[in-house]
């Protein structure tokens, strides 16, 4: 019996050495370094301005009021603490998979698979999500082009978070965003590099969007807007600081391009360099645009008006300036954005199980790479039905604090393979980022503070989250131990 147990312990820590983490060129299931730091550092940022900015002010500032600013300082300083361990870990193990990898070489398999189930959830949910958004800014840019919406039984969930709890709408599908994911899976298809360089180019578009509704918003800036600061209605329990950090949790999940960056580590020229670079790159940047647009948005527009508010940033510009032509500009630049951050987060989801199915701990079709694309074709085409799916028939109510929740946790175990990567040396005689101030304040600081915005998470996405716990870990021990590399090695 003891035998038995020391050998199933060995087999849930057993973990994967940083050499074999790293792929080989001559591997025909291998992909191909591609990417320097300038896409790279895009498609960080291209997987985070855009959703938290476009979206969730919709969703966050009704829990925090005009103090909505600090839930993004907080979620940013939570981010950042993470990023440098991102950044140590990226330079170490430099190696598709992101997080899961990272787990892998650090603290075990068994670990990693969860990280792994929580990485899913977190991209997953996100391309759903944002594909959704694109949705009603899209129909509110056909609207003032053309005087033309979508068809109100096209553009509705047939699953919808109401009044009364969740209802069912028969016969209502939400088309664009299904339109959304299909194209992004056929650029995806066609290889890394050239999504990278579109991406890049729509990311490019998104900041001056971004930059012309700062300028805008800014002429009817009311400092008044800012009075109360904190929300002062505590009926649902989050006045105050609890609805700051209740807002930091909605949004926390737009930091997710971070995690997107790392994921890429099996397709960057020289990893151990640009990887760090490019997370360090794209935190600035991100951070920089999500403050200036959300005290412009919160200067022109009182808190009062954010719930419900569809495509919200459009109608502010419509509001400021009495016009249409300024809110038809930002709509379709959010279309554009949209476009990038849902391509980006599909990415993500489809490398990340690329990473697992090469080390055997779901089944080999995910690594499937075509030989002229080096593209894992059935991993892409099975990620984009999911997502699909999900952003047809749900409203997106059901998913913001469900892929915070996987990014937190996420975050959280990355932040606790620092001290392990540094006491067992991993990488050691790699030249590259190093965490400052020792391998445990920085990560301690950052767990703490990611622990502190998951408390205010609702008990909703604590149930759900538990269920997908379950099923995973019932499926490590169903087929993944069995499968491992490391169990036939």
């Given at each position: 019996?003891l035998l038995r147990l020391a050998s199933l312990t060995q087999q849930l820590f057993r973990t994967k050495?940083?050499?074999?983490?790293?792929?080989?060129?001559?591997?025909?299931?291998?992909?191909?370094?591609?990417?320097?730091?300038?896409?790279?550092?895009?498609?960080?940022?291209?997987?985070?301005?855009?959703?938290?900015?476009?979206?969730?002010?919709?969703?966050?500032?009704?829990?925090?009021?005009?103090?909505?600013?600090?839930?993004?300082?907080?979620?940013?300083?939570?981010?950042?603490?993470?990023?440098?361990?991102?950044?140590?870990?990226?330079?170490?193990?430099?190696?598709?998979?992101?997080?899961?990898?990272?787990?892998?070489?650090?603290?075990?398999?068994?670990?990693?698979?969860?990280?792994?189930?929580?990485?899913?959830?977190?991209?997953?949910?996100?391309?759903?999500?944002?594909?959704?958004?694109?949705?009603?800014?899209l129909n509110h840019f056909l609207t003032n082009a053309?005087?033309?919406?979508?068809?109100?039984?096209?553009?509705?969930?047939?699953?919808?978070?109401?009044?009364?709890?969740?209802?069912?709408?028969?016969?209502?599908?939400?088309?664009?965003?299904?339109?959304?994911?299909?194209?992004?899976?056929?650029?995806?298809?066609?290889?890394?590099?050239?999504?990278?360089?579109?991406?890049?180019?729509?990311?490019?578009?998104?900041?001056?969007?971004?930059?012309?509704?700062?300028?805008?918003?800014?002429?009817?800036?009311?400092?008044?807007?800012?009075?109360?600061?904190?929300?002062?209605?505590?009926?649902?329990?989050?006045?105050?600081?609890?609805?700051?950090?209740?807002?930091?949790?909605?949004?926390?999940?737009?930091?997710?391009?971070?995690?997107?960056?790392?994921?890429?580590?099996?397709?960057?020229?020289?990893?151990?360099?640009?990887?760090?670079?490019?997370?360090?790159?794209?935190?600035?940047?991100?951070?920089?645009?999500?403050?200036?647009?959300?005290?412009?948005?919160?200067?022109?527009?009182?808190?009062?008006?954010?719930?419900?508010?569809?495509?919200?940033?459009?109608?502010?510009?419509?509001?400021?300036?009495?016009?249409?032509?300024?809110?038809?500009?930002?709509?379709?630049?959010?279309?554009?954005?949209?476009?990038?951050?849902?391509?980006?987060?599909?990415?993500?989801?489809?490398?990340?199980?690329?990473?697992?199915?090469?080390?055997?701990?779901?089944?080999?079709?995910?690594?499937?790479?075509?030989?002229?694309?080096?593209?894992?074709?059935?991993?892409?085409?099975?990620?984009?039905?999911?997502?699909?799916?999900?952003?047809?028939?749900?409203?997106?109510?059901?998913?913001?604090?469900?892929?915070?929740?996987?990014?937190?946790?996420?975050?959280?175990?990355?932040?606790?393979?620092?001290?392990?990567?540094?006491?067992?040396?991993?990488?050691?005689?790699?030249?590259?980022?190093?965490?400052?101030?020792?391998?445990?304040?920085?990560?301690?600081?950052?767990?703490?503070?990611?622990?502190?915005?998951?408390?205010?998470?609702?008990?909703?996405?604590?149930?759900?989250?538990?269920?997908?716990?379950?099923?995973?870990?019932?499926?490590?021990?169903?087929?993944?131990?069995?499968?491992?590399?490391?169990?036939?090695?």
């Amino acid at each position: 019996m003891l035998l038995r147990l020391a050998s199933l312990t060995q087999q849930l820590f057993r973990t994967k050495p940083v050499e074999v983490a790293e792929h080989s060129g001559h591997d025909p299931h291998s992909l191909h370094r591609s990417l320097g730091l300038f896409p790279l550092t895009m498609i960080g940022v291209g997987a985070t301005i855009g959703t938290g900015i476009f979206f969730t002010m919709v969703e966050a500032v009704p829990k925090a009021g005009p103090s909505v600013i600090l839930a993004f300082i907080l979620a940013a300083v939570t981010a950042g603490l993470t990023a440098l361990c991102y950044a140590e870990l990226s330079a170490r193990i430099p190696a598709s998979g992101s997080s899961y990898s990272f787990a892998y070489a650090t603290v075990g398999e068994f670990a990693a698979f969860i990280v792994a189930a929580c990485l899913l959830l977190e991209y997953g949910l996100a391309a759903s999500a944002t594909a959704i958004g694109w949705s009603a800014y899209l129909n509110h840019f056909l609207t003032n082009a053309v005087g033309w919406q979508i068809p109100e039984m096209l553009r509705s969930p047939m699953i919808v978070s109401g009044v009364n709890g969740t209802e069912f709408h028969a016969g209502r599908v939400n088309l664009p965003p299904v339109i959304l994911v299909v194209i992004c899976g056929f650029m995806l298809l066609r290889g890394t590099k050239e999504s990278a360089t579109i991406n890049a180019v729509m990311v490019l578009i998104k900041l001056l969007i971004l930059t012309f509704f700062v300028v805008i918003a800014f002429h009817g800036f009311n400092a008044e807007h800012f009075t109360p600061f904190f929300n002062q209605d505590n009926s649902k329990g989050m006045g105050g600081m609890a609805g700051v950090t209740a807002a930091a949790g909605t949004v926390f999940f737009s930091f997710i391009g971070l995690d997107t960056i790392a994921t890429a580590g099996a397709e960057v020229k020289n990893p151990q360099r640009n990887v760090p670079l490019g997370i360090m790159a794209a935190l600035l940047i991100v951070t920089v645009f999500y403050l200036l647009v959300s005290v412009a948005a919160v200067g022109a527009q009182p808190a009062s008006m954010f719930a419900g508010q569809e495509a919200g940033l459009a109608v502010i510009l419509q509001n400021v300036t009495g016009q249409a032509w300024p809110a038809l500009i930002l709509s379709a630049g959010a279309v554009i954005s949209v476009f990038s951050v849902t391509l980006v987060t599909i990415y993500g989801q489809s490398r990340i199980l690329y990473a697992i199915s090469k080390d055997g701990l779901i089944p080999q079709t995910f690594q499937t790479v075509n030989p002229r694309t080096k593209a894992p074709v059935s991993n892409t085409i099975i990620v984009c039905l999911v997502v699909g799916i999900v952003a047809g028939l749900v409203d997106s109510t059901f998913l913001w604090d469900m892929v915070s929740m996987g990014t937190l946790v996420a975050f959280i175990l990355v932040s606790a393979a620092v001290p392990v990567l540094r006491r067992k040396g991993i990488g050691a005689d790699l030249a590259g980022f190093r965490v400052p101030f020792g391998a445990y304040l920085v990560p301690g600081l950052s767990i703490f503070a990611c622990l502190y915005i998951v408390k205010d998470l609702s008990a909703a996405t604590f149930r759900i989250f538990f269920i997908w716990m379950v099923i995973a870990i019932a499926t490590y021990f169903i087929y993944g131990m069995r499968h491992s590399r490391l169990n036939k090695s």
